[in-house]
């Protein structure tokens, strides 16, 4: 059951931030100039398992946020299925989403894939917060997913 509810809820919130741009450069985690994931390369992530910087001459901007690569066959990964690379979340730390609700920066390279999705985590001041999301990962998921979610429609 959560399991249909978490897709559902996740089908939502695309559906809203794909027609939102605005919205997404609002609540999503970037710099001034609108670069996720501190110019980190997203699909590195998943196709190297690994955090790699991307490179600001092969970019990409998707709906108002924009991403860097390490290479322009990430970056076609990317273009193909951003939906798939981009972090959950709004690359806000997904720990701080699920306990509290709150948008906290994060280490680019701490980081955890889920079901084929990118979790982003503070880890800062001996306080690595993915230690503390795997103790109690499904609940705190559960309760990100809904603060996320939250978050979104109080910024229509």
């Known amino acids: 059951m959560y399991k249909f509810l978490n897709v559902v809820l996740a089908m939502f919130i695309s559906a809203v931030a794909a027609a939102q741009p605005g919205v997404r450069v609002k609540q999503f985690n970037l710099n001034d100039n609108h670069i996720a ?18 490179n600001k001459s092969i970019s990409t901007v998707y ?5 860097y690569f390490d290479s ?8 193909a299925h951003p939906d798939k690379y ?19 920066e994060v280490d680019p390279e ?5 079901n084929g999705k990118l979790y982003l985590f503070y880890n800062k001041f001996f306080n690595n917060t993915l ?7 499904a609940n705190l998921k559960m309760k990100a997913d809904s603060n996320w979610s939250s978050i979104y429609q109080s910024a229509k």
Do not use: R
């Not at 322009?72 to 273009?79: A, G, H, I, P």
């Open 37 to 54: 994931i501190s110019g980190y390369d997203p699909v590195a992530y998943f196709t190297e398992h690994l955090a790699k910087e991307g």
């Open 72 to 79: 322009e066959k990430d970056k076609n990964l990317f273009t």
């Open 110 to 114: 701490t980081f955890k894939i889920i």
């Open 86 to 104: 981009e972090p959950q979340y709004g690359g806000w730390c997904a720990y701080a989403m699920g306990a509290k609700g709150e948008k906290v």
């Open 63 to 67: 709906e108002g946020v924009t991403y």
């Open 131 to 137: 230690k503390s999301w795997n103790k109690d990962e």
